[in-house]
């Protein structure tokens, strides 16, 4: 009677060993398993090529969330294992065999965190590399702009430089036309003084001639007409002379080449005018000179 109930006890309790296994096998079934979760989480891949920080940054958020949930369900299912044994007396072969599963499943599990966490360093490592060429290409920019900068303010400096010396060239050549000009003005008046010499020495003569006009005194009325109408003459030059005179006298300004024309022509028709007016006298003189011998 009493072995009989043992083995109904036994019975019982190997009824329910089986119940809890169903249980724990569905229970199991019903979830994914981290096994191939983390698979499929393996299977992605960062894109080393992408030059997108952002979507770098989201794609380390997004493996360090499923990381943490692969070890919030590794923590789930230690607990419900440690409940599982404190609840039931499980025969030593069928717990080996489970523990072996398991162990291999926490192992390969363990393998992808592995591999995942050396993924994010590397990615992280690929990040900092990117920041560092970031700020290595910025600091080229920069400098690259300040030799641009200073580029364009030589450029700036030759330009100016250029338009000084042509402006100093073409002032050069300005004094030098204006002192040419003055040069040979000045050889015109020094021209003209010997001119003016000359007259002066034919009045003098004509002043001796009237001298010795006087002398014969009034033998000749005729004479003395012919001496009056010299004398007019003779003051018409003068005249014309002093009015030379004046416009040799006039201060030829250096500002404008126009007035330098303007004046080098007029004493051109003042030489001009001399030269008949010298010729005219000498003219006459002869004609004076015939007449009184």
Not at 36 to 59: H, T, V
Not at 81 to 96: A, F, G, M
Not at 223 to 252: F, Y
Request: proline share 1%.
């Amino acid at each position: 009677m009493t072995q009989g109930k043992q083995m109904t006890q036994q019975r019982l309790g190997q009824v329910e060993e089986l119940q809890l296994y169903a249980q724990y096998d569905q229970r199991k079934q019903s979830q994914i398993k981290p096994t191939e979760q983390l698979q499929k989480i393996g299977s992605i891949r960062l894109n080393s090529s992408s030059s997108n920080s952002r979507d770098k940054q989201q794609q380390i958020q997004i493996l360090q969330q499923i990381l943490s949930k692969v070890q919030e369900q590794e923590l789930v299912q230690q607990q419900q294992l440690v409940k599982l044994n404190s609840q039931t007396e499980i025969n030593r072969l069928p717990k080996q065999i489970d523990q072996s599963v398991i162990a291999s499943s926490v192992q390969e599990r363990n393998g992808v965190i592995t591999e995942l966490r050396e993924e994010l360093d590397i990615q992280r490592k690929r990040q900092q590399e990117v920041k560092e060429k970031h700020a290595k290409a910025q600091y080229i920019f920069k400098e690259l702009q300040s030799v641009r900068q200073k580029q364009d303010k030589i450029e700036q400096m030759r330009l100016q430089t250029d338009e000084m010396g042509a402006r100093h060239q073409s002032g050069m050549r300005l004094q030098l036309e204006v002192d040419q000009r003055l040069q040979h003005q000045e050889q015109k008046t020094q021209k003209l003084t010997h001119l003016l010499q000359i007259v002066d020495t034919k009045i003098q003569d004509l002043n001796a001639l009237k001298t010795r006009a006087l002398q014969y005194g009034n033998q000749n009325t005729q004479l003395n007409l012919q001496l009056s109408q010299k004398q007019a003459e003779v003051q018409a030059l003068q005249k014309q002379i002093q009015e030379a005179s004046e416009i040799l006298s006039l201060e030829v300004p250096q500002e404008t080449d126009n007035f330098i024309s303007d004046q080098i022509q007029r004493r051109i028709e003042v030489k001009q005018s001399l030269r008949r007016v010298n010729s005219e006298l000498l003219r006459k003189i002869e004609m004076f000179f015939r007449e009184i011998e």
